[in-house]
């Protein structure tokens, strides 16, 4: 996607895969005229709170504990400056950069319902640091849900911290400075809107959708070389028998497999040869279904999210006739849930993915040379990588435990149930890593055993898979260094258009 490519909030919901655009591949992000109008509504609404001293919690107040505390005059605009220094108290690594940007996409959606009462000038400043390409260095760890991830973004705009920009970490300032932008003076409640919402867990889910949708498709693919290099029977995927457990994704999933197998003479040639393979290989329209409608699930969770108001309190009405609703809209539990339900889902596909490539190299039940090396004894050939693989599956069982079930008390007893929903976000992100690699192994190995079944023709889409591998990564003759080869694998997987380009079938 081209720097000029435009994403415009309007009326219209957006979409999950509008967030990708910005935070990965650098589209430009836009607000429409009627929602500018939006923001300034609710701006005034703030102004008027402001003027007439009506109590309103996080306008006129202290934050949390603090809501009963009374505030006016210049401490409104220093309560949301300190807000956001205080705030920015996270650990870690920083976040990779889409994903900072995601966040940021994602809060400026929040904000474009006109429901939060933040100024334009701070809305305008953040669509700035995305299309202008600076971007806060976040701490990964230290949220509930929310709070801390918004806060060093925000800081941002004041002219504090660190940001990634043009290839290096400089100051914020300087990155400000050299793009002609002033830091931002704050007012009522900007600094509450700044740390308040859902933005960080939706931002960050969004990305693992991308990433969960492409990993499913390829799943299929190197899942079905693996069943043809252990000469699976294809009954199991027999479209009348698949159509009577109606699960939609099960169904896509005997699409592909049938498609992909289409034409194999490994196949043809070996029915019959066994009664019915281990359920690693017949089970594969079952799981990878499964996780498909546990996808489809998430992705309209984590868009309706996306699309909602997560600010509190809210802003309703007009100047002339208003409402301030306090509420509970920040609770991230929907993310939450749908975050932790999406790792599990994709440990599994790792799980049955690992099953499938130990039998590979496993002279016992594959019927091919141990460790699919032709001299096995002087050469290790393939062994080590199925530990690799199993590692990282043991490591997606740990990531795969919920993390909404885990609970603390905050700010004084105020807020004393918690989402986790960023925790959640982030620690599927790593799980979808493992996973990507997880795969890039068994594409190793399945490519690696066609080298001894190549006398016979292989499906239309397996020998495609087969042969693109091919390209970048040699057959395996003799023990090499492996690292690299699963490397390459890997980032096969990780090209959003290799894919579509290689297998414009698959779905």
């Not at 650098?26 to 402001?50: C, T």
């Not at 603090?66 to 006016?72: A, G, P, R, T, Y």
């Not at 334009?120 to 995305?130: F, G, I, M």
């Not at 043991?394 to 435990?401: K, P």
């Amino acid at each position: 996607m081209s720097q000029a490519e435009k994403i415009v909030i309007a009326d219209a919901p957006l979409r999950w895969q509008d967030v990708v655009a910005v935070a990965r591949h650098g589209a430009q992000l836009e607000l429409s005229p009627q929602i500018w109008a939006r923001i300034e509504n609710a701006q005034a609404i703030v102004q008027r709170i402001v003027a007439s001293g009506e109590r309103a919690y996080g306008v006129n107040t202290g934050l949390g504990a603090l809501c009963n505390v009374s505030l006016k005059g210049e401490q409104l605009s220093q309560l949301s400056r300190n807000t956001l220094l205080s705030h920015a108290c996270g650990v870690g690594a920083p976040l990779a950069d889409e994903q900072t940007r995601a966040i940021i996409c994602a809060a400026i959606r929040n904000y474009s319902h006109g429901k939060s009462g933040i100024h334009r000038r701070v809305v305008e400043a953040l669509l700035a640091l995305l299309n202008r390409g600076i971007t806060p260095q976040v701490p990964s760890q230290g949220s509930v849900g929310y709070l801390t991830h918004m806060a060093h973004i925000g800081i941002t705009l004041l002219g504090v911290g660190n940001v990634s920009y043009r290839g290096q970490i400089v100051t914020a300032q300087q990155a400000l400075s050299e793009e002609g932008l002033q830091p931002v003076h704050l007012g009522a409640k900007d600094g509450l809107c700044l740390v308040n919402g859902t933005p960080c867990m939706t931002g960050l889910s969004c990305l693992a959708i991308a990433d969960a949708t492409r990993l499913v498709q390829w799943a299929d693919a190197i899942g079905a070389m693996s069943f043809e290099a252990q000469r699976g029977q294809i009954a199991a995927f027999d479209a009348e028998i698949i159509a009577l457990k109606p699960h939609p994704g099960m169904q896509q999933v005997g699409i592909n497999l049938r498609a992909l197998l289409d034409g194999s003479e490994v196949i043809a040639s070996s029915k019959g040869i066994r009664t019915q393979d281990a359920l690693s290989i017949r089970s594969i329209p079952q799981v990878h279904g499964a996780a498909r409608d546990q996808l489809e699930h998430a992705k309209k969770q984590i868009e309706t999210e996306l699309n909602s108001v997560t600010d509190n309190p809210m802003l309703l009405g007009t100047p002339d006739n208003f409402r301030v609703m306090s509420q509970a809209n920040p609770h991230g539990q929907s993310v939450a849930l749908a975050a932790d339900l999406l790792a599990i889902a994709m440990a599994e596909i790792g799980s049955i993915a690992e099953r499938r490539l130990d039998r590979l190299i496993n002279p016992h039940v594959s019927g091919l040379p141990a460790f699919l090396v032709a001299n096995p004894g002087v050469n290790s050939g393939m062994m080590i990588v199925q530990y690799v693989a199993a590692s990282l599956c043991a490591e997606n069982r740990q990531l795969a435990q919920p993390a909404v079930l885990d609970n603390y008390v905050t700010s004084g007893l105020q807020e004393d149930h918690l989402s986790m929903g960023t925790n959640a976000a982030l620690k599927l992100h790593r799980a979808l890593e493992n996973c990507t690699q997880i795969l890039a192994i068994e594409y190793l190995l399945a490519s690696q055993a066609f080298e001894f079944l190549k006398e016979q023709r292989f499906g239309a889409g397996t020998d495609t898979a087969w042969r693109l591998l091919r390209e970048r990564v040699p057959a395996y003759d003799q023990d090499r260094w492996l690292a690299p080869d699963i490397a390459a694998a890997a980032s096969v997987l990780k090209d959003p258009i290799l894919l579509h380009k290689a297998l414009p079938n698959l779905n």
